[in-house]
């Protein structure tokens, strides 16, 4: 039995990995009905992601068209550079998003080596 966070994060990984998928063929993959694919479909998209509907016999779900992101590859030095300056912006009043802040914070502290983050 899953969850409904690890659904919501399934219909995700589907949807960066098909180019297009039908409701019915997640919903065949999550063990759930095609009503309960549409109410995570909007989760997503309330969440700022942007899935795309394509309504009809031939409709299915797909992401924006490129929204995938790259990877990233940082040096060592880059990577502490780039915390450092994510860090300092908490202390001044910049006119910046707090959410986008911390969120892409959160994203570097996740994948930083712990001996680069201490």
């Keep these: ?30 063990g759930v009905d095609v009503r309960t694919v549409r109410r995570y479909i909007v989760m997503l998209q309330d969440m700022g992601i942007p899935v795309e509907a394509e309504r009809g016999p031939y409709g299915a779900y797909q992401l924006q ?18 915390t450092l300056g994510l860090i300092s912006i908490r202390g001044f ?16 502290e996740r994948v930083m080596p712990e001996r680069l983050y201490k």
């Design 1 to 30: 039995m899953y969850s409904p966070t690890t659904r919501l994060l399934t219909i995700l990984e589907l949807l960066q990995s098909y180019k297009q998928m039908t409701g019915s063929e997640m919903a065949r993959r999550l």
């Design 65 to 82: 068209r490129g929204y995938k992101l790259p990877p990233l590859m940082f040096t060592d030095a880059e990577a502490v550079a780039l």
């Design 93 to 108: 009043q910049f006119p910046v998003d707090v959410a986008a802040v911390e969120g892409a914070l959160a994203k570097t």
